[in-house]
């Protein structure tokens, strides 16, 4: 169990480190070699250094209050982390136990997701309708009108045909109610879809047929 004293110094920690610049949000929709989706906490660590933004934002909940408490006066920030520390004691109990710690950690990852999932829809919605349809998606992302013209301009370039086709099936899943559109409740689920069950089906195969490729075009010599 973490004591009070220990939550209260991890969290307080924070306002002596340096200033962080908020450049990586992880959990986007980036991949990695080979298709893998990029982990939430795939920042925790860089170059084997310990890195004290995703500490940061892992509590905060927030890229945008994370860079905000790098410009309050000490102590402020120590007072809003006091009281940030309290409510983790979800049982009053004046302890912050390791399950009330993770619980905390899960809401904030969950609070990042939607963070980063409005900027993401807001660079997409062209009409600023708050909604995201299948033609704004393809423009902000290839630049043009429709997947005709990115299909033709894609016919010598398979991988980028291929992001595409990803994109498409990733969009369908995302759109609970199949009108052709993600809402923000939808469009969380799109642009992280590392993050949501009923994604993984979709990313599942997409890794497979990833393998698959890969393993046609090294096949090993017996
Ligand atoms: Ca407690
Ligand atoms: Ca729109
Ligand atoms: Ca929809």
């Known amino acids: ?19 962080h610049t908020h450049k990586n949000k992880a959990g986007s ?8 989706y990029v982990p939430r906490d795939s920042g925790h660590y860089k170059e084997g250094k310990h890195d004290y933004e995703f500490d940061h934002e892992s509590v905060l909940g927030s890229h945008n209050v994370a ?26 109990d004046k302890y912050v136990d390791k399950l009330e710690l993770m619980n905390w950690v899960l809401k904030s990852f969950k609070m ?3 963070e980063e999932a409005l900027d993401e829809l807001e660079d997409e919605d062209g009409d ?32 980028e045909l291929e992001m595409l086709e990803n994109d498409r099936e990733l969009f369908k899943a995302a759109d609970l109610n199949g ?29 497979f047929s990833i393998i698959f490729e890969l393993t046609l075009c ?3 010599s017996t």
Request: charged content about 30%; aromatic content about 8%.
């Open 112 to 114: 990042l997701t939607d």
């Open 218 to 220: 090294n096949p090993v």
């Open 29 to 36: 929709k980036e991949t990695v070699e080979h298709g893998s």
């Open 67 to 92: 860079e905000e408490y790098d410009h309050l006066p000490p102590e402020e920030a120590k007072k809003r982390l006091f009281s940030l520390a309290l409510k983790m004691d979800v049982d009053g």
């Open 128 to 159: 600023e309708d708050g909604k995201v349809s299948w033609e704004e998606h393809v423009a902000e992302t290839y630049g043009m009108y429709d997947d005709d013209m990115v299909l033709n301009q894609a016919k010598d370039s398979p991988e």
């Open 179 to 207: 009108d052709g559109i993600l809402d923000k409740s939808e469009y969380p689920a799109f642009s992280h879809p590392e993050e949501f069950e009923r994604m993984h089906q979709v990313l599942i195969f997409e890794s």
């Open 1 to 19: 169990m973490l004591s009070k004293t220990t939550a209260l110094i991890l969290v307080l920690s924070f306002v002596g480190c340096v200033p």
